[in-house]
């Protein structure tokens, strides 16, 4: 395997605003623990990372999944080489994903290919 670690960004709106450090910010130390070594996974990696870690959702959606007291998520897609875009991070509280969150990562994948 590569030992090239895969490039990692956080999706930034047209303000400025980075959705995905604000989901952060938010979190317990020891969630935010979790989801920094569930993305560390990602960087070493990347489109090897499978399940229980990873869910693919279609359109070239996926999903990182970290575990625990809370289910969280974070939507991602592959682009160019060997780089990562974290597009959306919510609390799953259903077992199905809500449908909101997954549009609101597909808009945000769609806002990248025009750039």
Known sequence: MDSID????????????????????????????KIIHNIGLLRTYGNLLTMPHVKMLGSGLFELRIRGKE?????YCFSGSKTIYLLHAFKKKTQK????????????????TTI
């Open 97 to 112: 994903t809500p449908q909101k969150e997954h549009d609101l990562a597909l808009e945000r994948k769609k806002q990248l």
């Open 6 to 33: 895969w490039k990692i960004i956080t999706y930034e709106s047209d303000r400025g605003e980075k959705p995905i450090d604000e989901f952060l910010k938010k979190q317990q130390a020891f969630t935010r623990a």
């Open 71 to 75: 289910e969280l998520r974070i939507f």
